[in-house]
């Protein structure tokens, strides 16, 4: 192996140790991917967090100029196919190797901005915040599983942006708590503490169940490499969705719902065998 792709490897082993530091869930299903799949969405990963992170997680920092800083290193190293950021390093080789459209990473850049100022949404700019959030990041996720092939992606496009709303929608559902208390966000339309109630709740629910039908006709067209892993996230966000659907709002309100890890894994054997005998 030469050096650079030492480099490289090593720049994918960070973005790797970031996932799973970060989220049991997505590792868990990147290690149901085929193998040929799991570094580019390590990658892909290891960027969303980092900007994540920045936006919810260092207070005490100039939050703007990190963010703007990060933009700018990411541009940087897609143009110059390299950078000292490990994690931007193996963002960028997906991004070139990929043909990732560079709209979806402004999309995605300008939602972790929206994030700095905004804390109440209007139905307007709750669809923008949810489309550069999480529907962008699921076609990123796309041009890796298709491979180049623009007629196969552009097919499963609308699938592939309905399940990312799906996740986007059940983590805000999750983290309600989190966001309202800690961070004094709301991005539900309209929403009112003192009037998030059984009604509210089951609106939110319905167009949820919508996107997560619409996501899995599109998990059953993807490659059989991408198909399962995919499947092994969408299992677990409708595992949680299920159990924030049978809690009251007040229950909602009040506790962060998750999934055990055992959970999780048991989840992984059914998958499995749903996938393997085509009963998806």
């Given at each position: 192996m030469d050096q650079i792709a030492l480099y490289h490897r090593n720049s994918f082993k960070c973005s790797k140790i970031t996932t799973q530091n970060y989220s049991t869930s997505f590792s868990l299903g990147i290690l149901s991917l085929n193998?040929?799949?799991r570094d580019p969405i390590y990658g892909i990963y290891g960027f969303v967090r980092f900007a994540d992170e920045i936006v919810d997680t260092f207070h005490e920092h100039n939050k703007l100029e990190l963010i703007e800083r990060f933009e700018h290193d990411t541009y940087a190293a897609i143009k110059e196919r390299i950078s000292l950021n490990p994690i931007l390093n193996s963002f960028q080789k997906v991004v070139n190797e990929y043909g990732i459209d560079h709209e979806?990473?402004?999309?995605?850049?300008?939602?972790m901005k929206m994030d700095l100022n905004k804390k109440d949404y209007e139905q307007l700019s709750y669809e923008d915040y949810i489309l550069g959030s999480a529907e962008v990041v699921g076609l990123m996720c796309l041009r890796v599983f298709t491979e180049g092939d623009n007629t196969y992606y552009q097919a499963l496009k609308p699938q592939a942006m309905r399940l990312g709303a799906a996740f986007q929608k059940i983590n805000f559902l999750r983290d309600l708590k989190a966001d309202y208390f800690a961070l004094g966000r709301a991005y539900f339309p309209g929403f009112e503490l003192d009037k998030f109630n059984e009604q509210k709740k089951k609106q939110i629910e319905l167009d949820i169940e919508q996107d997560f039908k619409a996501g899995l006709e599109g998990i059953k067209q993807l490659p059989r490499g991408a198909r399962f892993g995919v499947y092994v996230a969408y299992v677990y966000y409708y595992s949680l969705f299920t159990k924030i659907q049978s809690l009251s709002a007040s229950?909602?309100?009040?506790?962060?719902?998750?999934?055990?890890?055992?959970?999780?894994?048991?989840?992984?054997?059914?998958?499995?065998?749903?996938?393997?005998?085509?009963?998806?």
């Open positions: 193998k040929k799949f979806l990473i402004d999309r995605f850049l300008k939602s229950t909602i309100l009040s506790e962060r719902i998750r999934i055990p890890d055992f959970r999780k894994y048991a989840l992984i054997i059914s998958c499995y065998f749903r996938h393997t005998l085509n009963l998806i």
